[in-house]
C-alpha cells in the first residue's frame, strides 16, 4: 500500500500516512468495501488486463548487425585481394567474425531483457533473461509523463519515455521506444481514467 500524497509505503490497512499524515483515499475505498460487502475488484471495475507490452527498438540492434556483415565482408574480400593462404584467411575471417558479431549480439541480448507492459490498474517493468527482476507501479503513483526525443531519434520517430512517481525511486525511463508519443498518450489515458 502506498501514499497518495508522498508515495511511501505502508502497511496495509493505514488510515494514515507515517511520512507526510495525508489520508489515504484507498482505505476509505476498502472500507466501503468492507461495509458494502462488494469485491476490491468490483469497487475499482474490471479485473485487470494488458494495454500494451512493448521492448526497446531493434532499429540500432539490426543496424550493427548490418555494419558487422558489412565488416566481415571486407575482411573476406582483403584476404582474396592479397592472396592469403586458404587456411590462414579461413582463421583471419572466424576472428573478425567473432569479435564483429559479439557486439550486436551483447545489445540485441540488452534489448531482450527489458520489457514494460501497462496493465489498467500498473506499469511492470521486467529486467534480466536468466534472473528477472520485475517492478510494479501503481498507476496511482505516477504523477508525470514525459517524452523525450534527440535529433537523431526523431529523425527515426524514437524517444524515451520519462515517468516521474511517488515513489522512493523517482524518475522511471522507457528507453528507445518506437512512436513513444503513443504510449505515454496510453499512459495518460489510463491515468485520467482512473482519475
Not at 1 to 18: A, E, I
Not at 28 to 37: C, H, I, K, L
Request: overall charge positive.
Amino acid at each position: 500500500m502506498f501514499c497518495n500524497q508522498c508515495g511511501q509505503t505502508l502497511p496495509d490497512g493505514s488510515r494514515f500516512c507515517n511520512n507526510c499524515g495525508a489520508t489515504l483515499a484507498q482505505a476509505e475505498r476498502t472500507q466501503a468495501t468492507v461495509r458494502t460487502g462488494a469485491s476490491q475488484m468490483e469497487v475499482e471495475g474490471l479485473p485487470e488486463h494488458s494495454i500494451f507490452t512493448l521492448r526497446p527498438t531493434l532499429i540500432f540492434v539490426m543496424a550493427w548487425y548490418i555494419f558487422t556483415s558489412v565488416i566481415v565482408l571486407v575482411a573476406a574480400a582483403l584476404m582474396g585481394v592479397f592472396k592469403v593462404a586458404a587456411s590462414l584467411a579461413f582463421i583471419v575471417i572466424a576472428v573478425v567474425f567473432l569479435v564483429t558479431f559479439s557486439i550486436p549480439v551483447y545489445k540485441h541480448i540488452q534489448r531482450r531483457r527489458e520489457v514494460y507492459t501497462l496493465t489498467n490498474y500498473k506499469l511492470e517493468m521486467r529486467y534480466g533473461l536468466l534472473a528477472k527482476t520485475v517492478r510494479n507501479i501503481p498507476l496511482r503513483n505516477i504523477q508525470d509523463v514525459t517524452v523525450t526525443s534527440s535529433i537523431l531519434q526523431r529523425l527515426a520517430n524514437l524517444g524515451d519515455i520519462v515517468i516521474d512517481s511517488a515513489s522512493e525511486t523517482g524518475k522511471i525511463f522507457l528507453s528507445e521506444i518506437h512512436h513513444p508519443e503513443r504510449y505515454a498518450d496510453m499512459i495518460m489515458a489510463e491515468l485520467r481514467r482512473r482519475s
